[in-house]
């Protein structure tokens, strides 16, 4: 029985540390597509609805993405989940007409 529960410890510590590598995988991308746009942290965190000191924890890999903005930003951004969540090599897609939005919406 101990022999159980150090293996479900062991597993249970390795699937920590490999959350923790994968949120700072994910605010890396997320980054990458916040600066792609040319938008300023606070612009880029009201579009997916949370405050500043949030998306710059999610972007430094302290704070998991929340689906909730996962969605909204692939939606929006025209951006894979798939990209957003594991770094697939699809690309990231940016049409004239949202980028013309965005710029009229926060005056960039």
């Known amino acids: 029985m101990k022999e159980l529960v150090n293996k ?6 390795r699937s920590e540390q490999l959350c923790k590598i994968m949120d700072k995988e ?5 980054q990458n ?14 579009i997916l609805g949370v405050t500043p000191e949030v998306l710059d924890l999610i972007e430094r890999g302290e704070h ?9 930003l ?5 951006v894979s989940q798939e990209y957003i969540t594991t770094g697939s090599n699809r690309a990231i897609k940016f049409t ?7 710029k009229n919406t926060f005056r960039m």
């Not at 597509?33 to 009201?46: A, D, H, L, Q, T």
């Not at 998991?64 to 996962?70: D, F, H, I, N, Y």
């Not at 692939?74 to 025209?78: A, I, T, V």
């Open 64 to 72: 998991s993405l929340p689906v909730q903005q996962l969605v909204i």
């Open 8 to 13: 479900i410890e062991n597993e249970l510590m």
């Open 33 to 46: 597509i916040r600066m792609k746009c040319g938008m300023p942290i606070e612009n880029f965190s009201v």
């Open 26 to 30: 994910i605010g890396q991308r997320l």
């Open 74 to 78: 692939s939606n929006l951004f025209q």
């Open 96 to 102: 004239d007409y949202l980028m013309g939005l965005l």
